[in-house]
Each structure stands twice: as C-alpha cells, then as structure tokens.
C-alpha cells in the first residue's frame, strides 16, 4: 500500500469511526420516539442518511403527522441528490454498484472524496468508497446497540434521552454554522420556529422554516 | 400515532430519501447549473436542523414549554464552544437534563 493510499484510508475510517458511533443517539432517539428496535435498524439500513432519520423520528416524537415527518426527512435528503451530482462522473460505475453507491451517498463520503482531490481520481474514489461503507458498517452496529439501550432504560426523560435529541441536531447543526450569515440564518430559523409554533399543528413549523432558507438565498451575497 | 401510520413514515422515509441519492447519479451534472437553487439548497439543513433544535427542546406540542431539555440544551451548547466532540455533546445534555428531572 503506497502512502498516498495509506493517508487516504485513515482520513476514510477515522471518519467513518467517529460518524458511526453518532448512530447510538439515533437508535435511543427512535426508540424514545415510540419506534420499535426493529424499525430503529431499517431506519439505518434503508435511509441511511442521518440528518433525515433524525428528523423523521423527532417529528413523531413531538406529535407531528406522518406527512410532516416525511417531509422533514425528504427535505433534509435533498442535498444527497446534489452530492450524487458531483459524485456520479467521479466513481463512474454502473448496475448494482451505482445503486451501491447511491445508497452512502451522503455527507460524510463527499466530504472525504472531495478533501482527497489534491491526491488525484483515484484517491478521491477510494475516500468515497472506504467513509460510505464504514460509515455504514458502524452507523448501523451503533443504531442497534443504541436502539436496545434506550429499550432496556425505559422511561426516555428520566435518562435524558429527551435532550439527547435536541442536542443531536444542535451537534449536527454546529460544524455547518462557519460564517456570520450561516449563523444569522440558524438564528433567523430558530426565531421563525419558536413564533409560529403556537400557530400550526405539531411538526408543521419545522418544514415552514424552509422558508427562511429561501429568503435567505434568493438573492446572491 | 398508530402503529400503521409509524410503518407508513419508515418505508416513506427510506423510499423518498434513496430516490433522492439514485437520482443525484442519474441526472447529468448540468442540472446542477442553478446559482440560485444552490443557494436556497445549501441553507436548507441549516434551517430544518435549527428548527428541529427547538421543536424537540422547548416545544410539546403546539406551546413552548420551559423545562429541564433547556438545561440540556445549555449545557450542550456550553460543550460546543469547548469544542467537545459530538458524544460528549449528546451525553452533557442528556446527564444533566436527566439530574433537573429528578431533582425537580
């Protein structure tokens, strides 16, 4: 293995490690939520996009309808369509392995595929491929451990469980946060979410709150 | 929510959102050619995570509710500045969300 490569896959697990292990916080949180641990690991296995499993078991958990859940999640995906975009000409594959590819299409591999750019195409492939599937591997060893965790605790508030969620997305929402604008418009959100919450049915206002994203980047900057 | 309707938003969610990541590798890249859907795109985890932050911290159902979460969360957001990784986040909120519970 040369050192180009070596430098590549030990970007690729450190990543995947540390991603991974965030899936005891998803399968806690669903559980909490009402899910079963059984549908806590298909969340991980067939979604597999944190951000939108997150939001999907958050709307439950705060008594939102199916269709806001839904949404919340489709919504949070959208940016794996433009991932998958930029990735697709770079893996160039075909058949199973381009739905294989599809399916850890998600921050994380991009993120590392792109950081390897300066390393050349081959090196970029290797990032996406080594961070997607070890993400996957641990993302969903985590969601079940996570899962049978919160199962055997019982009542979610008495453990906390109840602000391990909130500080989930706040965990997730941080690292994005890297201008005075990004941080205006998280704030700009958190205000918009907070005054028509009294004014929509449970889990409406978090999908309305794609509003502040439009007026935000409507115009350049 | 009922049983069926839990099922319901499981197999939506993993449907729509795999569609999303196949169709990102099927469309050619010059869709991507939009400054302004760009843009909007790029804030849109921005806005929903923020939401989400408050929707499960300080909301039950339609009211804002003021109760050991925010402990959590203040805690959560003390750890953020220190820089601590992701878990210890998650487990400083839920630990100290957890002791306001008990002890109120």
């Known amino acids: ?221 | 929510m009922s049983s069926t309707a839990m099922w319901i938003v499981l197999g939506a969610t993993c449907a729509l959102c795999f569609a999303l990541k196949l169709l990102g590798h099927l469309i050619p890249e010059s869709w991507l050619a939009n400054a302004r859907l760009q843009r909007i795109n790029a804030l849109i985890p921005i806005a929903l995570l923020s939401a989400l932050v408050i929707a499960e911290g300080v909301v039950v159902k339609t009211h804002l509710v003021i109760d050991h979460r925010l402990a959590g969360l203040a805690v959560a957001v003390a750890a953020l500045f220190a820089k601590a990784p992701f878990p210890v986040v998650v487990v400083a909120a839920a630990v100290t969300s957890a002791l306001v519970y008990h002890l109120h």
Do not use: H
């Open chain 1, 1 to 221: 293995m040369s050192n180009l490569t070596r430098s590549t896959v030990r970007d690729s697990l450190s990543v995947a490690v540390t991603v991974g292990t965030y899936g005891v916080a998803f399968g806690a949180a669903s559980v909490a939520a009402g899910f079963s641990v059984l549908q806590s690991c298909l969340f991980s296995l067939l979604t597999f996009t944190g951000a939108s499993q997150f939001a999907a078991v958050g709307v439950v958990a705060s008594g939102g309808a199916a269709a806001s859940a839904i949404a919340a999640a489709a919504m949070l995906g959208t940016r794996n369509a433009l991932y998958g975009i930029q990735m697709a000409p770079l893996l160039n594959v075909k058949g199973w392995r381009r739905v294989m590819a599809a399916q850890i299409t998600i921050d994380e591999s991009t993120g590392v595929a792109l950081t390897q750019a300066p390393l050349g195409v081959s090196a970029m492939r290797e990032g996406f491929w080594i961070t997607g599937l070890g993400v996957f591997l641990f993302w969903n060893v985590f969601t079940l451990l996570g899962a049978l965790g919160a199962k055997a605790l019982g009542n979610p508030a008495s453990w906390g469980l109840d602000a391990a969620v909130p500080a989930a997305f706040l965990g997730l929402l941080w690292p994005r946060l890297q201008s005075n604008f990004l941080r205006l418009v998280a704030v700009a959100s958190m205000v918009f979410a907070i005054l028509i919450t009294p004014w929509l049915p449970a889990g409406l206002p978090i999908i309305a709150t794609t509003v502040v994203a439009v007026v935000f980047g409507w115009r350049a900057r």
